[in-house]
């Protein structure tokens, strides 16, 4: 098998994307890969991850693949829940208390931090718009975020997203008050949803 034939295999089974390690684990080195970026045959979307020059990035995955205390929240999360018709121009992610997240990140994401117990709390795998699978925060939690950071999304798209979210058939409004209460927003959260429910 050439050394292409095996770049499209690891890029056919991570979603598009090569990584480095992964390549070295087949025996193709960083300066291969360099070259083939020269050649324009890769593109380097980030740090260690290339994509075939006729490929398309899923850039959701490119960064959920840069860490495994990731999960996309927020703007991105609304987003992507169709509780916003808004693509974000900088997705939102949210990692635990103490982590740091690596420069290359902040530079391209939002980041919001949340106390280690309360990280895995709605924590779902969903698709990203390309069709990988990717860690979202599910549809209550994600209401829940909105509404403990709505000075930071901005009130426009806050309420249209509880608009949304009240409208919609798949609402669970037990589960949404279990993390109301555990990120301790339900008062508040009581107060918007009164006037629309």
Known sequence: MS???????????????IETETAAEMG??????????????????AHGQYIFSDDMADELLSIARRSEKIVFSHETA?????????I??????????????SEGLKEVCRVYYIKPELF???KTVMKSPAGNG??????????????????RIGTETFFAALKLYADSPGKDLNRLNG????????????GYLEVLL
Do not use: Q, W
Request: proline share 3%.
């Open 78 to 86: 609304l987003y992507l829940h169709g509780l916003s018709d808004r």
């Open 28 to 45: 193709i080195s960083r300066a291969m890969l360099s070259k083939l970026c020269k050649e324009n045959r890769l593109c380097r979307i």
């Open 179 to 190: 993390y109301a209460r555990k990120l301790r927003v339900s008062n508040v959260l009581r």
């Open 120 to 122: 895995d709390l709605g």
């Open 134 to 151: 990717i860690f979202v925060y599910d549809l209550e939690r994600t209401v829940c975020d909105a509404v403990r950071s709505r000075n």
């Open 88 to 101: 974000p121009f900088i997705h939102s992610i949210t990692v635990p208390t103490g982590y740091v997240p």
């Open 3 to 17: 050394c292409i034939e095996e770049l499209r295999e690891i890029s056919k089974n991570n979603g598009g994307i």
